[in-house]
């Protein structure tokens, strides 16, 4: 793949004092990226980065998240690896998307938020259509209004689409049965625990079609009243932040933040099937080895929570909310695929994903290149 280049705006490279020019690009080379905008606006307080990765099987389609990042590398790294993710959720799930994401740097705790969301509208505007945003963690349906008075490349706004939590929910849901079938023999979750670490939008969801089947819930939470609702409304357990690895269940959902399968959480895991709504819940590559070898049935993140990135596809493909949440059942033969697909090449789980994903990009790309806006496709 070339690389049309990273964008930084002269007023911001003076900003990022622990990136060097050779790291960024050196980032951009590793992660296989299409292009990235830097942007930032003194009067609202907006830092923002916008990473592109592939527009080989059409616009690169991504939610922005709203985070206080401890560093700009931190911020860099975290959309380089997401947006790469949304490629390959879209290849896997037959969508005519590329992979983009958006990331906002500050406290999302903050309420007048009307210029800032505007200011990010009007950076994925200069994008000219080869980048569509949505909600993702930090941001609302309401972000998604006031990105959208700048920019008509925004979904999930009010009125369409709306919150992609349920559509999402209801993925994970199905996708944790089919991993269930593979770890059990049954799809059956109504004698089952499930360790859930968040609980948002998605991961609340989630636990209320798991009660509806009768599994056990333990819940965790960074907020005290996230917890409280889904014990007071589902009955489940509360436990720690902490405690959440070495629950005795038999799935554990990651709906949190990425990154918390490493060397230090997987080996306190008691549970057979890891199935999840987190990004990037492995962090790294190496750590689906160590699933593997410990007998866990894992469910690659970007195939089972494809329902979001599907629900505000509708909005681009003019689909109702039933043909969307259909299309998110079809997660379920998805993973079954997958599963089969690494017993029958030895590989994981993770590999098997990426490989089914690459294989439909490849595909595409050799009869177009990447996306231009209007739908035409152009040679870069």
């Given amino acids: 793949m070339s690389h049309p280049g990273i964008e930084v705006p002269e007023q911001v490279t003076g900003e990022a004092d622990d990136l ?25 307080g907006y830092r923002g980065i916008i990473a592109i990765h592939d527009t080989a099987l059409g616009p690169a389609l991504g939610g922005t998240r709203f985070w206080d990042y ?3 590398r931190e911020a860099l790294i975290d959309v380089l690896r997401l947006s790469r993710g949304m490629t390959y959720k879209a290849a896997v ?12 740097i500050g406290d999302n705790r903050q309420r007048d938020r009307e210029m ?9 505007d200069s994008l000219g259509g080869r980048y569509i945003t949505a909600e993702d963690v930090g941001t609302s349906v309401e972000d998604m209004d006031f990105v959208h008075m700048e920019t ?16 999402t929910a209801f993925g994970v849901y199905r996708g944790m049965k089919a991993s269930a079938s593979v770890a059990y023999g049954s799809d059956e979750l109504d004698d089952r625990a499930v360790a859930v670490q968040g609980l948002g939008h998605v991961g609340y969801h989630l636990c209320r079609h798991l009660a509806e089947e009768g599994s056990k819930l333990f819940v965790t939470d960074i907020r005290d009243e996230k917890v409280a609702r889904v014990v007071e409304e589902l ?22 933040l990425g990154a918390i399968l490493n060397e230090d959480t997987i080996p306190r895991l ?13 962090d790294r590559e190496e750590h689906a080895e160590l699933l593997e070898e410990r007998g866990i049935v894992y469910a690659p993140d970007y195939v089972i929570n494809a329902g979001g990135l599907i629900n505000v596809y509708s909005e681009v493909a003019d689909w109702s909310l039933e043909r969307s949440k259909r299309k998110a059942g079809e997660i379920y033969q998805t993973l079954l695929q997958v599963y089969d697909l690494a017993d029958r090449h030895d590989m994981t789980s993770a590999e098997a994903a990426d490989r089914l994903a690459q294989k439909r990009v490849d595909a595409v790309s050799s009869l177009h290149r990447s996306y231009r806006p209007g739908g035409k496709r152009i040679h870069v």
């Fill in 20 to 44: 060097e020019s050779a790291e960024l690009f050196d980032l951009l080379a590793a992660h296989d990226h299409e292009r990235v905008l830097f942007s930032q606006d003194e009067e609202t």
């Fill in 70 to 72: 401890e560093s700009d």
């Fill in 152 to 167: 008509e490349h925004v979904c999930g706004i009010a009125g369409r689409s709306g919150d992609p939590s349920p559509v």
């Fill in 93 to 104: 799930a037959g969508l005519n998307l590329g992979g983009g994401k958006a990331v906002i």
């Fill in 270 to 282: 008691q549970v057979d099937v890891v199935a999840g709504a987190a990004n990037n819940q492995l």
């Fill in 235 to 256: 009955g489940a357990e509360a436990v720690s932040e902490d405690e959440i690895y070495d629950v005795d269940a038999d799935i554990f959902a990651p709906c949190a």
């Fill in 116 to 124: 800032l969301m505007r200011t990010h509208g009007r950076a994925v």
